[in-house]
């Protein structure tokens, strides 16, 4: 499985991206897809994951303004970003494993495989 992740950019506070990880590969539909973010000098931070069933789970830090879905006739996982902060700024990147149950699913790494990443930045 191939990733990459796009829909990055500038953004004021307050302001909403639709970020979006598209995959190669027959099975993505039933992988476990994780969104991670992290800034320089820091660990990368669980943003939010949907796993096959659609069942979705978010870091505390964005639970309530970040929305995760997945289209499997496109191979995409699309993370909606609202209400951004500029303390949101960061790489953001997307990662799938093909578990369907993952032993942490905010673990970075319980994930084989990494898409490139996409810089979200928020001004304020």
């Known amino acids: 499985v191939q990733l990459q992740a796009f829909g990055g950019g500038l953004v004021e506070t307050g302001g909403s991206l639709r970020l979006s990880c598209a995959a190669s590969g027959r099975m993505f539909s039933s992988y476990t897809v994780g969104w991670f973010r992290q800034t320089q000098g820091k660990e990368r931070e669980f943003v939010a994951a949907?796993?096959?069933?659609?069942?979705?789970h978010y870091g505390s830090s964005v639970k309530g303004r970040f929305t995760i879905s997945r289209d499997n006739a496109k191979n995409t996982v699309d993370p909606q970003v609202n209400s951004l902060r500029p303390e949101d700024t960061a790489v953001y990147y997307c990662a799938a494993d093909s578990r369907i149950i993952l032993r942490s699913i905010s673990s970075p790494d319980q994930y084989d495989y990494w898409g490139q990443g996409t810089l979200v930045t928020v001004s304020s």
């Open positions: 949907i796993r096959y069933s659609r069942t979705t």
